[in-house]
């Protein structure tokens, strides 16, 4: 079933889906699927997941909307909840990834004018990174490929360097930087691993030179890589997190977070938002959290992820060439195209996509059944081992 009603910016796979549950997808013609994919690390639950369609429905016939003239309760409730499970001081709630870090982005420039004056604005990025598509968080984005010159003229203020590369903390930040943005597992990138030790040493290096730090969470932020944020097990302090994908399990919405120095930064009046924090995403929202925060869940998590790894790892396949990742974020690393193996994937019925230009990025529910995730496993190995 081809559509040309709507604008296609994406390769286009000929397939339609009709509905899920847990992490199973059917198509218009009733084939099944195990969804390694997750609409991008989005549907974190699955499909179907009875207590999220419970509080959708449920706010929908309270409240859908009411805009951030006022506080609706369900947001003050999930802001609350938010805080609390994280540790941060405060947030602002959007609709994606990349105005979540329009957001921290305008933060650290209002933060680096307050603290050093006008000649503070420079937000230092890591090559390879992906940052989101308006304008300011393509010029964010550490690949060359994202800044085509049709697109002209991007925000300035931009400066990439190399991640996890100890001589490049040596001249990365001076009197002009802003802050230093980073993701603590590269996704569209290839799922590239942040070392602990060098990205400790280069927050300390940033905020010597008066910056602060933002860890770009949208993917790896709630639950993904088997902690609630994955700044937690890299231990470097971001004064500035940012999060979307996972966040209300499916429904479009965006958060970010701030502590200490950089939550006395935004004024009334300074950033804004019509949909951002409606009550319907702050409804999914809050059960995504609950369901993350109950026990043994992120446990799991991690349980499955290190799971998958060593199941990949023991088929022993030639062309694999590195198998990493973290909680359910795996890259599988492979010498060759990987959009050839997606394609044979889809066709045996299972989901995913790729990352960078080499590595196959498997992001399945957070709550994949272990039959599930067996499933999936045994159609990558078939098609793997041809
Ligand atoms: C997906 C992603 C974004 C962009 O999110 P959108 O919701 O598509 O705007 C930004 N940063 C990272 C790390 C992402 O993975």
């Known amino acids: 079933m ?9 390769g286009s796979f000929d397939v339609t889906f009709k509905k899920g549950r847990g992490s199973t997808l059917t198509d218009v013609n009733g084939k099944k699927y195990i969804d ?18 419970k509080a959708l429905s449920r706010q929908a016939s309270r409240q859908i909307h009411i805009c951030n003239y006022f506080l609706s309760d369900v947001g003050v409730a999930y802001a609350n909840e938010l805080l609390t499970a994280t540790g941060f001081d405060g947030v602002f709630f959007g609709n994606s990834g990349a105005e979540a870090n329009e957001a921290a982005i305008k933060l650290a420039r209002k933060y680096g004018q307050l603290n050093g004056g ?16 308006t304008l300011a968080t393509i010029k964010a984005t550490g690949q060359d490929k994202f800044h085509p010159e049709c697109f002209e ?17 040596k001249t990365a930040f001076d009197d002009t930087t802003a802050a230093l943005m980073v993701e603590c597992v590269q996704g569209e990138g290839g799922v590239n691993l942040l070392d602990s030790a060098w990205i400790q040493e280069a927050s300390a290096a940033a905020r010597k030179a008066g910056a602060i730090v933002i860890a770009d969470e949208v993917q790896t932020g709630m639950g993904r890589t088997g902690s609630l944020l994955a700044s937690e097990q890299l231990q470097f302090n971001p004064e500035v997190v940012t999060l979307a994908k996972g966040i209300a399990g499916g429904v479009p919405m965006g958060a970010c977070l701030f502590r200490g120095n950089a939550n006395e930064v935004f004024a009334a009046g300074d950033h804004q938002s019509t949909f951002g924090g409606n009550p319907l995403a702050c409804a999914a929202a809050r059960v995504v959290l609950k369901t993350l925060t109950s026990p043994d869940f992120l446990a799991k998590v991690t349980q499955k992820g290190d799971f998958m790894r060593s199941e990949i790892s023991s088929w022993d396949i030639p062309f694999v060439k590195d198998i990493r990742g973290l909680g359910l974020m795996t890259g599988v690393e492979i010498a060759g195209d990987p959009v050839v193996f997606e394609k044979k994937c889809l066709e045996n019925g299972l989901l995913f996509s790729t990352a960078g230009s080499n590595v196959l990025r498997l992001v399945p529910p957070l709550n994949i059944s272990m039959s599930e995730l067996k499933q999936g496993l045994a159609i990558l190995h078939d098609v793997l081992v041809g």
């Open 36 to 53: 390694f994919l997750s609409g991008i690390a989005v549907n974190c639950l699955g499909h179907n997941y009875r207590p999220l369609v």
């Open 153 to 169: 003229p991007y925000p300035e203020g931009f400066k990439t360097i190399k991640a996890n590369d100890y001589e490049a903390i």
């Open 2 to 10: 081809g559509s040309k009603t709507v604008v296609n910016n994406y």
């Open 118 to 133: 006008a000649k503070r604005k420079t937000i230092v990025t890591l090559e390879n990174s992906f940052h989101g598509r």
